[in-house]
Nanobody
Framework: QVQLVESGGGLVQPGGSLRLSCNAS????????MGWHRQAPGKQRELVAIIGTRGNTNYADSVKGRCNIARDNAKNTVYLQMNSLKPEDTAVYYC????????????????WGKGTLTTVSA
């Protein structure tokens, strides 16, 4: 089994910064793309940022220039640095990874974390 565990969320004032982390553990053979999604109250889940195996990145327009996604392959961890936070960034943030396990090396499966709440408020 594979588990993704996020950390780093919390309450932050507008204009502040937070760094989210997500670590994958379990029967991991390889990890492909890693990313972050978020779901604000009453809204659909949306992609925030994604990073490929070669470090190529893509960001939602709403966070471009304010967020940076990075990965540490040795630690099976993805990070999301968020700066200049706005109240509209308030959401539950979910990490997602495309993982191949030793049991099924020919099939990559998308795994999700349980989410970490980030609240931007004065």
């Amino acid at each position: 089994q594979v588990q993704l565990v996020e950390s780093g969320g919390g309450l932050v004032q507008p204009g502040g910064s937070l760094r989210l982390s997500c670590n994958a553990s379990g029967d991991i053979y390889s990890i492909g793309a890693m990313g972050w999604h978020r779901q604000a109250p009453g809204k659909q889940r949306e992609l925030v940022a994604i990073i490929g195996t070669r470090g190529n990145t893509n960001y939602a327009d709403s966070v471009k220039g304010r967020c940076n996604i990075a990965r540490d392959n040795a630690k099976n961890t993805v990070y999301l640095q968020m700066n200049s936070l706005k109240p509209e960034d308030t959401a539950v943030y979910y990490c997602v990874m495309l993982i191949t396990t030793h049991l099924e090396v020919r099939r990559a499966v998308t795994y999700w974390g349980k989410g970490t709440l980030t609240t931007v408020s004065a």
